[in-house]
């Protein structure tokens, strides 16, 4: 099939159910909105038609079997015990529920405005119709970002959320369209006989976190992590131009900034791509281009084209975009003029063609696969599939999580040790076999080709040792690391956007701040707006102000000459300007670090937990996810059964072919679960058997919401941690790497952002976890689902300026691991040291987020007010060193009932003395009343819990930590 063709089949598949749907299949008699007559059916050929894609009769028979195949698993079994009584069992009302705690729920107006669904039909053709080539791309763009432009939903308002099923309502509209469409990409119809063809392919960027270390600076590290999204997503570019956008399961590329600018270059029209622009700035958070990382380090393909061919593309690919992005790079900032021959010349051109690192890649084919899925499951299938619309039996419904574990295996099967410039070898012996080089002073590895020197007012690349009077040579670089360096240039950055069709605003950007520009950012908003030379302001300018904190009378001289002429009125003298320094100042800034909680184990596994801990068995998660009652659970039952066979013979089937052990594999990474920490308790009370019971099949619906839901949160990182003044490296939805002051405008910026960002984590609204993020800004919002199930944990780690970057990022690893070590995990890890003879035990502030799947902020408030009585002098500093003086009655107090009524009482009489006159301290008291001997169990370095501490203690901690 030409690429054409299955871009206008996929766009038929997108629609072969409009958005409206629901509020057509929820009354009797059902009645169109856009046609002249007829169903919801005859409105998708009506809104289809308006695209120039008419449709005659009947759906194409790939398109109806792959609306069955890529269906949530509710849904699908819902269908089957109902396909006898479809026409009567209608839910009493509409409702959206959250995928993966379908106990939240988003009520919908059982009305819906035929006029403004009109409208919305109207702007969404004409749009597509203007975009040429790329009709269903600008198509799953637009959709749903359209449909909250006409219908938008308020988080405590109304809300008209396009629901795929009424009486499994976990899914919307558009989650379910992307899935149909995708599994078009691996299946066709030849008559009534179903082909499975195409791979399912992975690229990922191996020991991507050993090649981001590799920095000396912040801006490095942002290079690096920026550098490695853009690489891949140059990698699977051709394959969205050419299938479209669904092809990408992970990350799911709706709101990702990537795709929102190559689609805004690619379309011709105006109009079309100011439209594009409005509505990722909108919902997505679009700067002026891709500006933050947000690929993560794996992309999952479901792609139309044979193994072997993607597996070459997509290395090609990645050359190739290696190639632009250094020829760009060096070029703009002159590396490239700096040698005309010679080994170091040859050394540079050589690592412009040669990527740092092999892309780790795997396709498996789908066809075969497929077969081996078939042989497996013989005999215990209700007939074979067929293309010909009769019902698919409930067995297919595990083909697309078989799916993804083979390839998980496949990719485990390929070890990678990440090593920087291993397809170098040959040239660096060459450089190097003389004896006379420097090694790169960044990753320590390789031989430096080029100087970074700076001076008072800039920076540039030089021949090796060329510094003059007056510059300081930062570093000497190797071809990787002068890359990487390049890209702290805010142009250089622009100028590659540009040349890669990324760019869709003005394009002005200054680099990623210094550990001292974050640390001084209060400063700087009170003297920046005086310094009257700005090309001193940024790295240079911090610098000053540090060392004029840090008591360098030349550096205070310094700062005051550069301000004193537009600060004659507001700042007299230096010792005016040094006061403000020391008022405003810090030398501290925060490493924020996060990851989300039982990913794997959780939700890309498909175990899901209730509201009360226990893992949700396949037929309570349905019951729970049915807006409809089942008046036969027995025949509930009976399917549940079948996927539960059939996951036993899969894994049966792998365990005698020893090549192949992804299935087995996955079944017993969730047996291992229930023995050890699992992500939720398995109830063997309730019947059933074998732990697969507790597993929902993850279908394409699920993985695309999922997927989504992740970028979703991914945006909503940005938007919150820009907000308060955080600057993120990297966002995955799950995880995330940012830099901010300690402190802005006297609020404790890392606290307020992981407060911020764990609530949007579960969906925080009205004062309460609704299970829904909302994406958009006060004229209108869009929901999603939030992760609310498991939640994320955090560490915030202040750091000295001057303190090696990579030890800082080093030691935040590590205390994030340590949450597999409490329970439940949802933890914020709070620690500082220096790196310095680190201890976890005592010396770690634990502060849980959640207790027994209710989110909880009460230690997070406990900081904040214990932090303001202290800045704000109701409270003496001294209470933090007192009340440490009372920690051997705080171990006594563990466990001892008597114990605890007196420590308690000695921790009131510590805040009492250390009250100053007559200051209001009573919510701190408060604090102490709640928090004291209160068990808190801390991490320690045997990877036991240890319950050794009290939750006051760590705040506390946190307390001294952040001031």
Not at 123 to 146: I, Q
Not at 200 to 218: C, L
Request: aromatic share 10%.
């Amino acid at each position: 099939m030409q690429s054409g063709d299955l871009l206008e089949l996929k766009l038929i598949a997108y629609f072969h159910d409009p958005p409206w749907k629901a509020w057509i299949v929820s009354k009797s008699p059902s009645r169109a909105i856009l046609a002249d007559k007829g169903g919801h059916e005859d409105d998708a050929k009506e809104l289809l038609s308006m695209m120039g894609v008419p449709v005659q009769g009947n759906f194409p028979p790939a398109v109806a079997l792959a609306d069955h195949l890529a269906s949530s698993l509710d849904r699908w079994v819902i269908s089957l015990l109902l396909k006898d009584v479809e026409a009567g069992a209608r839910a009493e009302e509409i409702v959206k529920k959250n995928l993966f705690a379908p106990w939240y729920k988003i009520k919908v107006p059982p009305n819906i405005d035929a006029n403004k669904v009109k409208e919305y039909a109207r702007e969404l053709s004409g749009l597509v119709m203007n975009a040429g080539g790329l009709k269903y791309h600008v198509a799953y763009y637009l959709a749903p970002l359209l449909w909250y432009e006409h219908f938008p939903c308020a988080p405590n308002g109304p809300c008209w959320v396009p629901v795929a099923d009424t009486r499994v309502p976990t899914h919307t509209i558009f989650d379910h369209a992307t899935a149909t469409a995708a599994m078009l990409n691996i299946l066709r119809c030849d008559g009534t006989k179903p082909q499975f063809y195409g791979s399912v392919a992975v690229i990922d960027f191996p020991s991507v976190q050993e090649f981001i270390s590799f920095s000396r600076k912040t801006s490095d590290l942002w290079a690096s992590s920026w550098l490695t999204s853009l690489l891949l997503w140059r990698s699977i570019e051709p394959f969205v131009e050419r299938y479209g956008p669904d092809v990408v399961l992970r990350p799911e590329l709706s709101l990702n900034h990537f795709f929102i600018a190559w689609l805004a270059n690619k379309v011709q029209d105006k109009r079309l791509r100011d439209r594009i622009v409005e509505l990722g700035r909108k919902y997505a958070g679009l700067q002026d281009g891709p500006l933050t990382s947000m690929m993560g380090d794996k992309v999952v393909l479901l792609l139309p084209e044979q193994r072997d061919d993607v597996e070459r593309q997509l290395r090609d690919n990645f050359k190739k975009a290696w190639e632009q992005v250094a020829s760009e790079a060096f070029k703009r900032t002159g590396i490239d003029g700096l040698l005309r021959d010679g080994p170091l010349k040859s050394y540079i051109d050589k690592a412009k063609e040669t990527p740092p690192v092999r892309p780790r890649v795997v396709a498996l084919d789908v066809g075969e696969a497929f077969k081996k899925y078939s042989d497996a499951i013989r005999g215990l299938a209700e007939g074979s599939l067929s293309c010909s619309g009769q019902y698919v039996s409930v067995e297919y419904s595990l083909f697309f999580e078989y799916l993804l574990h083979r390839i998980n295996s496949e990719e485990l099967k390929i070890k990678v040790k990440y090593m920087y410039g291993v397809d170098l070898a040959d040239t660096v012996r060459s450089l190097t076999s003389s004896g006379d080089y420097h090694l790169c002073t960044m990753c320590g590895m390789l031989p430096a080709a080029v100087s970074y020197v700076s001076w008072r007012t800039g920076a540039e690349f030089r021949r090796l040792r060329d510094v003059k009077e007056g510059e300081e040579e930062e570093d000497r670089l190797c071809p990787y690391c002068a890359l990487k360096r390049s890209l702290n240039d805010g142009r250089v950055v622009i100028e590659v956007l540009k040349d890669m069709d990324l760019l869709v605003g003005s394009g002005v950007r200054r680099g990623f701040p210094s550990t001292s520009e974050i640390a001084m950012l209060n400063v700087d908003e009170v003297l920046g707006p005086y310094v009257g030379n700005e090309n001193v302001r940024g790295p240079y300018l911090a610098e000053l102000y540090e060392k004029c904190y840090g008591g360098s009378r030349e550096a205070c001289e310094t700062v005051y000459s550069l301000i004193k002429d537009r600060a004659a009125n507001h700042i007299k003298n230096e010792e005016e300007l040094r006061k403000i320094i020391r008022k405003y100042g810090d030398a501290y800034f925060a490493v924020l670090k996060a990851d989300g909680d039982f990913m794997g184990k959780g939700y890309w596994s498909g175990l899901l937990r209730k509201g009360d801990g226990k893992c949700f068995s396949i037929e309570d998660y349905i019951k729970t996810a049915m807006a409809i009652r089942l008046e036969d659970e027995k025949k509930l039952s009976e399917e549940v059964k079948r996927i539960v066979e059939v996951r036993e013979r899969l894994a049966h089937e792998d365990n005698e072919a020893s090549e192949d052990k992804g299935y087995e594999r996955s079944l017993d990474h969730v047996k291992k679960a229930a023995s050890e920490e699992p992500p939720c308790t398995f109830d063997v009370s309730s019947g059933g058997g074998t732990e697969t019971r507790y597993m929902i099949p993850i279908t394409p619906a699920y993985a695309y919401a999922l997927s989504r839901a992740l970028t979703a949160q991914a945006v909503l990182d940005i938007r919150i941690l820009t907000d308060r003044r955080a600057s993120p490296v990297y966002v995955g939805g799950d995880d995330l790497l940012a830099f901010s002051p300690t402190k802005y405008r006297g609020e404790l910026v890392p606290l307020d952002a992981v407060e911020e960002t764990r609530k949007a984590y579960w969906g925080f609204s009205g004062g309460a976890v609704s299970g829904f993020k909302y994406l958009g800004d006060g004229k209108g919002y869009m929901p999603v689902d939030a992760l609310a199930n498991y939640g994320r944990s955090y560490v915030i780690l202040p750091a000295h300026y001057k303190d090696p970057l990579p030890l800082s990022l080093s030691t935040a690893s590590e205390l994030l691991e340590e949450k597999d070590h409490v329970k439940e995990k949802d933890v914020l890890f709070i620690y500082s040291g220096r790196g310095i003879a680190r201890s976890l035990e005592w010396l770690v502030s634990t502060l849980k987020l959640s207790e027994a799947g209710r989110l909880n902020t009460q230690l997070l408030e406990a900081v904040r007010d214990l932090y303001d009585a202290i800045s704000s002098k109701r409270l003496s500093v001294s209470f933090i060193h007192d009340y440490f003086g009372i920690k051997d009655y705080m171990e006594m107090a563990m466990g001892n009932g008597s114990a605890k009524d007196v420590y308690t009482m000695l921790a009131l009489e510590v805040v009492e003395r250390n009250k100053v006159g007559n200051s209001d301290v009573s919510k701190v008291k408060k604090h102490v009343s709640d928090l004291a001997s209160v068990s808190s169990c801390l991490p320690s370095r045997d990877g036991s819990s240890v319950c050794s501490g009290d939750r006051l203690y760590s705040v506390v901690l946190a307390v001294d930590y952040m001031r």
